[in-house]
C-alpha cells in the first residue's frame, strides 16, 4: 500500500495564532474512508440494495453504511434547503431519496457536502 501524499492549505490567524485548514474536495473531514466510496454505498442504498449488500460491495462495515445512511437521512432537510438554494435545478419537490437520486445525478457528494458545509457543519 502507498500513501499519496496531497497538499492540505493550512492557513495561520495574525491576531489569536490558531491555525485552520481548506480540505481540498476529495478528502472527507472526519472520516476515514473517501467522498467516492461514501457516495457509492449510499447511491446502492437508494436504489434499495441492503445495508449488507452496499457494505460489502463498497468494502467496508454495514455498522459505517448504517451511520452514513443515518447520517444523510437526519440531514437531508438542511442540505436540500441550502442545495436547492444554491442549484434551482434540484427542483423543489421530492421527498429525500428522490431528491438526492437527483443531486447525486447532478454532482458528486464531495461537491454537493463543499457547497452545504459553507451554511451548515458537516459531523
Known amino acids: 500500500m502507498s500513501l499519496n501524499p496531497v497538499l492540505v492549505a493550512r492557513f495561520c490567524c495574525g491576531a489569536c495564532g490558531r491555525t485552520c485548514s481548506r480540505l481540498p474536495l476529495c478528502i472527507a473531514p472526519r472520516r476515514w ?6 457516495q457509492r454505498v449510499l447511491l446502492d442504498l437508494l436504489a434499495g440494495a441492503s445495508l ?3 457494505s460489502l460491495c463498497a468494502g467496508v ?3 459505517t453504511a448504517r451511520r ?3 447520517w ?3 440531514g437531508t432537510a438542511t442540505f436540500a434547503f ?3 438554494s444554491r442549484f434551482p435545478e434540484l427542483g423543489r419537490g421530492g421527498d429525500g431519496p ?3 437520486a437527483v ?3 447532478a454532482m458528486p457528494l464531495a461537491e454537493a457536502m463543499a457547497w452545504a458545509d459553507h451554511e451548515v457543519c458537516v459531523p
Do not use: S
Request: charge should be positive; proline fraction near 4%.
Open 33 to 38: 474512508h473517501p467522498w467516492a466510496k461514501q
Open 52 to 54: 449488507r449488500g452496499a
Open 61 to 63: 462495515a454495514r455498522h
Open 68 to 70: 452514513w445512511r443515518d
Open 72 to 74: 444523510l437521512h437526519a
Open 82 to 84: 441550502v442545495l436547492r
Open 98 to 100: 428522490g431528491f438526492w
Open 103 to 105: 443531486c447525486l445525478a
